[in-house]
Nanobody, 111 residues
Framework: VQLQASGGGLVQAGGSLRLSCAAS??????NAWYRQAPEKQRELVTH???????NYADSVKGRFTIYRNNAKNTVDLQMNSLKPEDTAVYYC????????WGQGTQVTVSS
């Protein structure tokens, strides 16, 4: 199963981007977004719990929104009011049973 994230790019601070992610097979439910900045560990940005609750990292609360399309098994990440510190490679996966990571999508926010 391959994870394919898309939608990244270069944006100025204060701008917006919407990321999308899909799996090549419906054997994994996508419910989380992570990111990894240069020389830092991968961190959990947001995820949807089994009960449907959505959790966000403090650093993105009020700016990022996760959307999941159950029919298509895709997960999107709407990112608003972007900051330079949001610069990272963004990945999707299943929060509780992660599979092999995809290549992610690069988000670069210029100041």
């Amino acid at each position: 199963v391959q994870l394919q994230a898309s939608g990244g790019g270069l944006v100025q601070a204060g701008g917006s981007l919407r990321l999308s992610c899909a799996a090549s097979k419906n054997t994994v439910m996508l419910n989380a977004w992570y990111r990894q900045a240069p020389e830092k560990q991968r961190e959990l940005v947001t995820h949807i719990t089994s009960s449907g609750t959505i959790n966000y990292a403090d650093s993105v609360k009020g700016r990022f929104t996760i959307y999941r399309n159950n029919a298509k098994n895709t997960v999107d990440l709407q990112m608003n009011s972007l900051k330079p510190e949001d610069t990272a490679v963004y990945y999707c996966n299943n929060r509780y049973f992660p599979i092999t990571w995809g290549q992610g999508t690069q988000v670069t926010v210029s100041s």
